[in-house]
């Protein structure tokens, strides 16, 4: 399903990454990590739950419904 290549970002995105790591790094505040993370964990949390609908939709999309195996309602749009 994926290949080598999907699993490496863009320089710009590592860059990005270095800069997010620096910026904690050098974080004092337990308090607004603490914040950040739980932040963090729910956006991961919601991108993951959008990224599941989106594999749902496009598996019905493809004509491959009895695939899914929860009971999520999937508009066959």
């Given at each position: 399903?994926?290949?080598?290549e999907?699993?490496?970002?863009s ?5 990005r ?5 620096d910026e ?8 607004e ?5 739980i932040?963090?964990?729910?956006l ?14 496009l598996?019905?999309?493809e004509g491959?419904?009895?695939l899914?195996?929860d009971?999520?309602e999937?508009?066959?749009?």
């Open positions: 399903m994926f290949n080598e999907d699993f490496k970002i320089m710009e995105k590592e860059l990454l270095r800069m997010v790591n904690i790094n050098q974080c004092d505040n337990i308090d990590l603490r914040k950040q993370l932040n963090v964990t729910r991961f949390t919601q991108y993951q739950h959008l990224l599941e609908i989106a594999v749902k939709q598996i019905v999309q491959y419904p009895n899914i195996s009971k999520i999937i508009s066959r749009e």
